[in-house]
Protein backbone atom coordinates (compact mmCIF):
# COMPACT_ATOMS: atom_id res chain seq x y z
CA UNK A 1 0.00 0.00 0.00
CA UNK A 2 1.23 3.29 -0.87
CA UNK A 3 1.68 6.29 1.49
CA UNK A 4 -2.12 7.82 1.91
CA UNK A 5 -0.96 10.51 4.21
CA UNK A 6 1.05 13.83 4.68
CA UNK A 7 0.53 14.92 8.23
CA UNK A 8 0.63 12.93 11.28
CA UNK A 9 -0.35 14.42 14.86
CA UNK A 10 -2.16 13.62 17.98
CA UNK A 11 -5.03 14.78 19.58
CA UNK A 12 -6.66 14.48 22.98
CA UNK A 13 -10.43 13.56 24.07
CA UNK A 14 -12.05 13.25 27.20
CA UNK A 15 -8.47 12.33 29.56
CA UNK A 16 -7.55 9.77 26.22
CA UNK A 17 -5.72 10.21 22.86
CA UNK A 18 -5.84 9.56 19.46
CA UNK A 19 -3.66 9.51 16.67
CA UNK A 20 -4.49 11.58 13.36
CA UNK A 21 -4.04 11.30 9.72
CA UNK A 22 -4.16 14.42 7.94
CA UNK A 23 -7.31 15.53 10.70
CA UNK A 24 -8.73 11.94 10.25
CA UNK A 25 -8.74 9.45 12.93
CA UNK A 26 -7.21 6.02 12.96
CA UNK A 27 -9.59 3.20 13.90
CA UNK A 28 -8.52 -0.38 14.16
CA UNK A 29 -7.93 -3.30 12.23
CA UNK A 30 -11.75 -3.96 13.08
CA UNK A 31 -12.79 -0.24 12.38
CA UNK A 32 -13.55 0.73 16.11
CA UNK A 33 -12.42 3.72 17.61
CA UNK A 34 -8.50 4.03 18.14
CA UNK A 35 -8.48 5.93 21.54
CA UNK A 36 -5.50 5.65 23.62
CA UNK A 37 -4.56 5.89 27.84
CA UNK A 38 -1.78 8.05 27.38
CA UNK A 39 0.06 10.46 25.70
CA UNK A 40 2.73 9.07 25.58
CA UNK A 41 1.94 5.52 24.02
CA UNK A 42 -0.12 7.97 21.72
CA UNK A 43 2.92 10.08 20.17
CA UNK A 44 4.75 6.81 20.19
CA UNK A 45 2.26 5.46 17.58
CA UNK A 46 1.91 8.43 15.52
CA UNK A 47 5.92 8.07 15.16
CA UNK A 48 5.09 4.68 13.80
CA UNK A 49 2.99 6.53 11.00
CA UNK A 50 5.33 9.31 10.75
CA UNK A 51 8.42 7.38 10.00
CA UNK A 52 6.40 5.56 7.29
CA UNK A 53 8.15 5.76 4.02
CA UNK A 54 6.57 6.03 0.12
CA UNK A 55 5.05 2.30 0.44
CA UNK A 56 3.30 1.30 3.96
CA UNK A 57 4.84 -1.58 5.76
CA UNK A 58 2.77 -3.35 8.27
CA UNK A 59 5.63 -4.96 10.00
CA UNK A 60 6.68 -1.39 11.41
CA UNK A 61 3.52 -0.96 13.30
CA UNK A 62 4.23 -2.79 16.34
CA UNK A 63 2.60 -0.31 19.02
CA UNK A 64 -0.58 -0.14 16.39
CA UNK A 65 -0.95 -3.83 16.38
CA UNK A 66 -0.91 -4.11 20.08
CA UNK A 67 -3.27 -1.38 20.52
CA UNK A 68 -5.57 -3.24 18.05
CA UNK A 69 -5.16 -6.74 20.20
CA UNK A 70 -6.33 -4.68 23.00
CA UNK A 71 -9.18 -2.83 22.12
CA UNK A 72 -10.52 -5.46 19.62
CA UNK A 73 -9.75 -8.76 21.06
CA UNK A 74 -8.80 -8.13 24.69
CA UNK A 75 -11.35 -5.65 25.43
CA UNK A 76 -14.73 -7.22 24.68
CA UNK A 77 -13.47 -10.33 26.87
CA UNK A 78 -10.79 -9.73 29.43
CA UNK A 79 -11.65 -12.73 31.60
CA UNK A 80 -10.66 -14.68 28.24
CA UNK A 81 -7.51 -13.24 28.14
CA UNK A 82 -6.68 -13.67 32.20
CA UNK A 83 -7.62 -17.54 31.71
CA UNK A 84 -5.02 -17.80 28.66
CA UNK A 85 -2.28 -16.34 30.95
CA UNK A 86 -2.82 -18.56 34.24
CA UNK A 87 -1.91 -21.77 31.70
CA UNK A 88 1.38 -20.66 31.45
CA UNK A 89 1.75 -20.73 35.45
CA UNK A 90 1.36 -24.69 34.78
CA UNK A 91 4.15 -24.78 32.19
CA UNK A 92 6.15 -22.16 33.86
CA UNK A 93 9.72 -22.03 31.86
CA UNK A 94 10.85 -21.15 35.52
CA UNK A 95 9.56 -23.73 37.35
CA UNK A 96 10.70 -26.74 35.40
CA UNK A 97 14.55 -27.47 35.58
CA UNK A 98 17.14 -30.00 34.76
CA UNK A 99 17.78 -32.97 36.84
CA UNK A 100 19.93 -32.26 39.63
CA UNK A 101 22.95 -33.73 38.60
CA UNK A 102 23.15 -31.77 35.65
CA UNK A 103 25.36 -28.71 35.17
CA UNK A 104 22.40 -26.71 33.67
CA UNK A 105 20.34 -27.31 36.93
CA UNK A 106 23.19 -25.56 38.93
CA UNK A 107 22.59 -22.58 36.11
CA UNK A 108 19.03 -22.75 36.84
CA UNK A 109 19.20 -22.30 40.41
CA UNK A 110 21.75 -19.36 39.78
CA UNK A 111 19.61 -17.33 37.38
CA UNK A 112 15.66 -18.52 38.05
CA UNK A 113 15.27 -19.05 42.18
CA UNK A 114 16.11 -14.97 42.68
CA UNK A 115 13.62 -14.03 40.21
CA UNK A 116 11.22 -16.65 41.53
CA UNK A 117 11.52 -15.74 45.35
CA UNK A 118 10.91 -11.96 44.15
CA UNK A 119 7.81 -12.61 42.29
CA UNK A 120 6.23 -15.18 45.47
CA UNK A 121 7.15 -12.50 47.85
CA UNK A 122 6.14 -9.72 45.61
CA UNK A 123 2.90 -11.42 44.47
CA UNK A 124 2.54 -13.31 47.92
CA UNK A 125 2.00 -16.75 46.54
CA UNK A 126 4.19 -20.07 46.25
CA UNK A 127 5.44 -21.16 43.53
CA UNK A 128 6.39 -25.11 42.66
CA UNK A 129 9.93 -25.74 41.12
CA UNK A 130 9.66 -29.37 39.39
CA UNK A 131 13.00 -31.47 38.22
CA UNK A 132 12.26 -33.07 35.28
CA UNK A 133 9.53 -33.34 32.83
CA UNK A 134 6.42 -34.90 35.20
CA UNK A 135 4.06 -32.12 35.88
CA UNK A 136 3.17 -30.61 39.51
CA UNK A 137 0.55 -28.52 39.12
CA UNK A 138 0.76 -25.23 41.33
CA UNK A 139 -1.44 -24.56 44.66
CA UNK A 140 -5.30 -23.42 43.36
CA UNK A 141 -4.33 -20.14 46.11
CA UNK A 142 -1.67 -19.29 43.68
CA UNK A 143 -3.98 -19.63 40.78
CA UNK A 144 -6.57 -17.41 42.99
CA UNK A 145 -3.82 -14.94 44.08
CA UNK A 146 -2.72 -14.43 40.27
CA UNK A 147 -6.12 -14.43 39.03
CA UNK A 148 -6.97 -11.41 41.36
CA UNK A 149 -3.73 -9.92 40.01
CA UNK A 150 -4.07 -10.05 35.97
CA UNK A 151 -8.05 -9.15 36.80
CA UNK A 152 -6.61 -6.07 37.73
CA UNK A 153 -4.91 -5.02 35.13
CA UNK A 154 -6.54 -2.97 31.89
CA UNK A 155 -6.92 -4.41 28.39
CA UNK A 156 -3.45 -2.89 27.11
CA UNK A 157 -1.41 -3.94 30.26
CA UNK A 158 -3.03 -7.31 29.40
CA UNK A 159 -2.21 -7.27 25.72
CA UNK A 160 1.30 -6.66 26.28
CA UNK A 161 1.68 -9.23 28.73
CA UNK A 162 0.01 -11.71 26.96
CA UNK A 163 2.77 -10.83 24.15
CA UNK A 164 5.76 -11.04 26.23
CA UNK A 165 4.42 -14.08 28.48
CA UNK A 166 4.01 -15.96 24.73
CA UNK A 167 7.21 -14.96 23.75
CA UNK A 168 8.88 -16.30 27.59
CA UNK A 169 6.59 -19.32 27.73
CA UNK A 170 6.52 -17.53 31.29
CA UNK A 171 3.88 -16.03 33.26
CA UNK A 172 6.35 -15.06 35.92
CA UNK A 173 8.77 -13.41 33.33
CA UNK A 174 6.13 -11.31 32.11
CA UNK A 175 4.41 -10.37 35.23
CA UNK A 176 8.01 -9.14 36.41
CA UNK A 177 8.58 -7.29 33.19
CA UNK A 178 5.72 -4.93 34.04
CA UNK A 179 7.56 -3.75 37.13
CA UNK A 180 8.38 -0.17 37.21
CA UNK A 181 12.49 -1.32 37.79
CA UNK A 182 12.17 -4.63 35.71
CA UNK A 183 15.11 -5.04 33.24
CA UNK A 184 13.71 -6.52 30.16
CA UNK A 185 17.12 -8.00 28.37
CA UNK A 186 17.71 -9.76 31.93
CA UNK A 187 14.23 -11.29 31.91
CA UNK A 188 14.68 -12.28 28.33
CA UNK A 189 18.11 -14.53 28.95
CA UNK A 190 16.25 -15.58 31.87
CA UNK A 191 13.70 -16.99 29.96
CA UNK A 192 15.87 -18.49 26.69
CA UNK A 193 18.52 -19.92 29.44
CA UNK A 194 18.36 -23.15 28.21
CA UNK A 195 18.63 -21.67 24.83
CA UNK A 196 21.73 -20.25 25.36
CA UNK A 197 23.34 -23.41 27.31
CA UNK A 198 22.63 -25.15 24.19
CA UNK A 199 24.02 -22.66 22.25
CA UNK A 200 26.80 -22.23 23.85
CA UNK A 201 27.10 -26.73 23.43
CA UNK A 202 26.64 -26.78 20.29
CA UNK A 203 26.81 -23.28 18.04
CA UNK A 204 23.56 -21.62 16.79
CA UNK A 205 22.57 -21.03 13.15
CA UNK A 206 21.81 -17.94 11.10
CA UNK A 207 17.97 -18.82 10.58
CA UNK A 208 17.98 -19.44 14.44
CA UNK A 209 19.69 -16.49 15.40
CA UNK A 210 17.15 -14.18 12.79
CA UNK A 211 14.20 -15.91 14.27
CA UNK A 212 15.48 -15.58 17.94
CA UNK A 213 16.42 -11.76 17.13
CA UNK A 214 12.73 -11.34 16.12
CA UNK A 215 11.65 -12.74 18.94
CA UNK A 216 13.37 -10.58 21.47
CA UNK A 217 12.37 -7.44 19.99
CA UNK A 218 8.76 -7.95 20.12
CA UNK A 219 9.34 -9.01 23.22
CA UNK A 220 11.03 -5.65 24.40
CA UNK A 221 8.07 -3.56 22.20
CA UNK A 222 5.23 -5.01 23.95
CA UNK A 223 7.12 -3.67 27.04
CA UNK A 224 7.88 -0.55 25.98
CA UNK A 225 3.77 -0.70 25.04
CA UNK A 226 2.89 -1.65 28.32
CA UNK A 227 5.34 1.15 29.81
CA UNK A 228 4.29 3.80 27.53
CA UNK A 229 0.23 2.68 28.09
CA UNK A 230 1.31 3.07 31.98
CA UNK A 231 1.68 -0.04 33.54
Not at 167 to 177: Q, W
Not at 189 to 199: G, K, P, S, V, Y
Request: aromatic share 8%.
Amino acid sequence: MKRFFKDVTVDAADDQFRVLLDGRAVKTQLGKPQFLPTQGLAEAMAAEWSEQGDKIDPARFRFRDLADFAIDMVAPDPDATVTKLLGFIETDTLCYRADPEEPLYRKQQEIWDPLLTAFEERESVSIERISGIMHKPQAPETHEKLSERLTSLDCFSLAALQTMTSLAASLTVGLSALEKDADPDALWRAANLEEDWQIELWGEDAEAADVRANRHADFLSAWNFAKLAGA
